[in-house]
């Protein structure tokens, strides 16, 4: 690994480690990625043989000084340096493409065999597959979607996942099931290391070691194959074919309708994308793939819309935001409610649960309409804010919900990941806070779960310091997401001409 520090480069610069690279401005960075800031005479970019970064007394007379500013790791944060972002990347070689690869089979061995024993903590995490899903999967075979089941809270792309382990019919469904979330990790995984054709980025390593932090959850939940919808969405928006230019967009729209008809959510990758013909191309595409999917479910199988009523009736869950004020509230003894098993989770009932529902509700709607006025007042577009747009908006709604099921940090991990495979985020204190809350969530459910369900101290500290963190990284990736493209991006220098 090389990382590249404040320091005058030796001549001739290196076009992948030198001040471009840091400063976006190489020959891998996107021809938009930093305006102005094209070389020309006296402008300083790339500097000849001679021109040294510190000039000193005998530099010449006539002309400007055309020195680099002082770097801004020495006076700002380390997130916004030009070390830090030029030392986020790895350069590529059979070394670091193969370290990913053993580490993702070491993680994912680990992870498969505490399934298999599944006894950790409460236990029973693969019950959801062999005997919930199973049972869907059953119900699929006579023609309906789940009637009357107050479990089945998912729309009807949901159950083309549920269906999809019988493409394997000589693996039993639980074995059929695994190996297909496997293999959409290991998509993701693949697509986020060649998401820049010449380095393996920490985007491709943050979901590698950031999903086994949830233990043997996400084996056993169905959000993996959502979030590589999402995640192979959001590439295929900032991807780059100059050869067929809509493409991208489109491809992009298609994958965001589809998973927005599997779980909702995956929809939001959309409203970071650029004004203009790549966002009408992902906005039809998205609408006229979720159109026809769902007319095609509605005409091959019955109750296909029952999934609304079972939704809205939905209270607090224990591991909510709003869950975990009542849990402070019981633990303290101002609050006489208890946690109760209900739509398939463990919900709170009791005085004052149902305006603490009402409550995040009003503030979904808040965040949505926070959404929409950033969208208005956003000026500032790089080829990173589609991917830093979407894990804002998904930060947002999951801390407003009734609901935060531990499976959603794979989601939260997913979208963190892609954002880090672009050099121009800033979403990346973001992403490092995301994955101690990752593992906050995984101690929660499944280890100290009968101690949250209690509402006894260890489960009330961990959800404290889990949801505490969730509301910080929300509302950091929010202020950081306004700052970064609400204010329009300044001139260029007097010294630099402008093309």
Wanted: aromatic share 8%; net charge positive.
């Amino acid at each position: 690994m090389t990382t590249h520090r404040n320091r005058t480069p030796p001549p001739p610069p290196d076009p992948d480690s030198g001040p471009d690279a840091a400063r976006g401005t190489g020959p891998h960075a996107s021809p938009s990625s930093d305006p102005g800031t094209a070389p020309g005479p006296g402008a300083g970019a790339d500097p000849g043989p001679g021109a040294g970064a510190d000039p000193g007394p005998g530099a010449g007379t006539g002309a400007k000084s055309t020195c680099a500013p002082p770097p801004t790791a020495l006076t700002g944060s380390p997130f916004d340096s030009d070390t830090f972002t030029s030392a986020t990347f790895v350069q590529v070689g059979p070394g670091p493409a193969l370290a990913l690869t053993v580490v993702w089979t070491l993680t994912r061995a680990g992870m498969l065999l505490l399934l298999l024993r599944d006894s950790l903590g409460v236990g029973g995490v693969g019950r959801e597959v062999y005997v919930l899903y199973q049972h869907w999967y059953r119900q699929f075979g006579h023609g309906t979607f789940p009637v009357n089941d107050v479990t089945w809270q998912y729309p009807p792309g949901a159950g083309l996942v549920i269906m999809s382990p019988g493409a394997l019919p000589w693996l039993t469904y639980f074995q059929a099931f695994v190996a297909l979330t496997l293999l959409a990790d290991a998509a993701v995984t693949l697509a986020l290391a060649r998401a820049d054709s010449s380095r393996v980025t920490h985007g491709a390593w943050v979901w590698v070691c950031g999903l086994p932090l949830l233990l043997h959850i996400p084996l056993a939940r169905y959000d993996v194959q959502v979030t590589a919808l999402a995640v192979l969405a959001l590439l295929a928006l900032t991807s780059r074919t100059p050869a067929v230019p809509r493409l991208g967009g489109m491809l992009g729209g298609v994958l965001a309708g589809l998973g927005a008809l599997v779980k909702v959510w995956p929809v939001l990758a959309l409203i970071g994308t650029p004004r203009g013909r790549t966002t009408r191309d992902a906005w039809i595409a998205a609408a006229a793939t979720a159109a026809t999917l769902l007319a095609t479910l509605a005409l091959f199988f019955s109750h296909s819309l029952g999934f609304l009523r079972q939704q809205g009736s939905r209270g607090v869950q224990i591991e909510s935001l709003g869950g975990t004020a009542l849990a402070l509230a019981q633990w303290a003894g101002a609050w006489p409610g208890t946690a109760q098993y209900r739509y398939g989770a463990f919900e709170y009932v009791g005085p004052y649960v149902s305006s603490v529902g009402r409550l995040a509700l009003l503030l979904t709607v808040l965040a949505f309409v926070w959404v929409l006025v950033w969208r208005l007042r956003a000026r500032t577009w790089t080829e990173a804010t589609p991917l830093d747009a979407a894990l804002a908006a998904v930060l947002l709604f999951t801390v407003t919900s009734r609901v935060i099921s531990p499976q959603y940090m794979i989601w939260l991990l997913g979208l963190a990941a892609v954002c880090l495979t672009s050099r121009r985020t800033v979403m990346r204190p973001v992403a490092l806070m995301l994955l101690p809350a990752a593992g906050l969530s995984s101690l929660a459910y499944p280890v100290l779960y009968d101690d949250v369900v209690a509402g006894s101290l260890p489960g009330v500290a961990v959800m404290v310091v889990r949801n505490g963190l969730l509301l910080a990284c929300a509302l950091l990736a929010a202020r950081r997401l306004w700052t970064s493209t609400t204010r329009p991006e300044p001139p260029p220098p007097a010294s630099q001409p402008q093309e």
